[in-house]
């Protein structure tokens, strides 16, 4: 194995998960939908050939819950760390410490995220050493790596609207060519979902082969 593609995952757990969504669903409800959004994205990276999956979860007590979620096909491993950047930063570490080439990284915020887009991730990294894909709310629902460089996770503002633009400064702080996926939307409040809703329609309509059923069940789409 010399590429890895890790799903960062927290245990949907109720007032835990998607509470910016609240009170625009009940903080069950939007543990529900989050468990939903799991789901979905992980079917939807099985389609990747030649890309091993493993699931990054949090809190560690929460193994039971994935099993139960997932199954026990796919590789679970406990995030280390407090801040995020310290979890993203001990998962790549750990993975290159493996002897693993490529390292891309994903959240779930986002079930619609086009495969294509992983895909054209796993490209780049053959030929720039980072690849980092924007969200509208500042952030990133991806950042790969084909060589360990802790240091771009340093001094970022964690939960901010700063966190893709103070990454990209360090980026290039560093001296690290890097390539820019499209741009994509995170779902975290109720302007989100009501997006999410409409996109959905959309696809439905559309008959996109990427469609998250789980979720589409959730919203009675």
């Given at each position: 194995?010399?590429?890895?593609?890790?799903?960062?995952?927290?245990e949907p757990v109720s007032?835990?998960?998607k509470t910016r969504l609240s009170p625009y669903i009940s903080p069950q409800k939007a543990a529900d939908l989050y468990r939903a959004f799991i789901v979905d994205i992980?079917?939807?990276?099985?389609?990747?050939?030649?890309?091993?999956?493993?699931?990054?979860?949090?809190?560690?007590?929460?193994?039971?819950a994935f099993h139960e979620l997932i199954g026990r096909s796919i590789p679970l491993f406990?995030?280390?760390?407090?801040?995020?950047?310290?979890?993203?930063?001990?998962?790549?570490?750990?993975f290159f410490d493996k002897g693993i080439k490529r390292v891309?990284?994903?959240?779930?915020?986002s079930p619609t995220l086009p495969i294509s887009y992983i895909k054209e991730a796993f490209q780049a990294l053959l030929k720039v050493p980072v690849v980092i894909g924007p969200t509208f709310d500042g952030g990133y629902y991806l950042i790969g790596l084909s060589e360990f460089t802790g240091e771009i996770f340093n001094g970022i503002d964690w939960g901010s609207a700063h966190v893709f633009s103070?990454?990209?400064?360090?980026?290039?702080?560093?001296?690290?060519?890097?390539?820019?996926?499209?741009?994509?939307?995170?779902?975290?409040?109720?302007?989100?979902?009501?997006?999410?809703?409409?996109?959905?329609?959309?696809?439905?309509?559309?008959?996109?082969?990427?469609?998250?059923?789980?979720?589409?069940?959730?919203?009675?789409?």
């Open positions: 194995m010399d590429t890895a593609l890790i799903l960062f995952a927290r007032g835990k998960v992980v079917n939807n990276l099985k389609k990747l050939k030649n890309r091993d999956l493993t699931i990054a979860y949090t809190p560690p007590s929460s193994v039971t406990a995030q280390r760390g407090v801040t995020l950047g310290e979890r993203l930063q001990n998962a790549f570490q750990d891309i990284i994903i959240g779930t915020d103070q990454t990209i400064s360090r980026i290039y702080d560093l001296n690290r060519k890097f390539h820019l996926l499209p741009p994509w939307y995170d779902i975290d409040t109720p302007n989100d979902l009501t997006f999410l809703q409409s996109h959905f329609l959309a696809m439905k309509l559309s008959g996109s082969r990427e469609f998250p059923t789980k979720t589409s069940q959730f919203l009675q789409i």
